[in-house]
């Protein structure tokens, strides 16, 4: 993993869920999501259609922009992977707070209210394998352009 890609997924913590539907027809939405242990996990309710559509077929994409974060509106990656869905409590007592800390990061007692909240067992963890990495750099090539 090269470096923007590390930044993006350590400094950013919004990206876009891409999942095919039954009809085979590409969806997408943006979701907030934690770097875990090299997995992208995100958190989705039992009854979505995105947790149906990823259980039928778990090959996902994501799209990381460093656009809001100190990496810079020019960065992204995106990334292929493959999506486990979980439910159990050892992974929602892992997630659920450092998730809760990353989309609250200036109220310490609002994160731990939201991990609280939000550690269900209809809120389910989405953690996605990444099998490959597409970085986009408008930065480095403008740097590069100006050395030549």
Known sequence: MDELVRRLLTEQNECTLSWLTRAGR???TVVSFVFLDGLIAMTALEQSAR???IRRFPKVALVVSGSGSPVGHSRCVSI???CE???DQEIR???FPLF???VL???REGAEMMAKSMNSPEN???LVTPSKFIPYDAQASLDQANRM
């Open 26 to 28: 590409p969806a997408s």
């Open 51 to 53: 947790v149906r559509a």
């Open 80 to 82: 292929q992977g493959e």
């Open 85 to 87: 869905i979980r439910g």
């Open 93 to 95: 007592n892992r997630f």
């Open 100 to 102: 809760s800390k990353s």
């Open 105 to 107: 990061p200036d109220s």
């Open 124 to 126: 389910l963890v989405l």
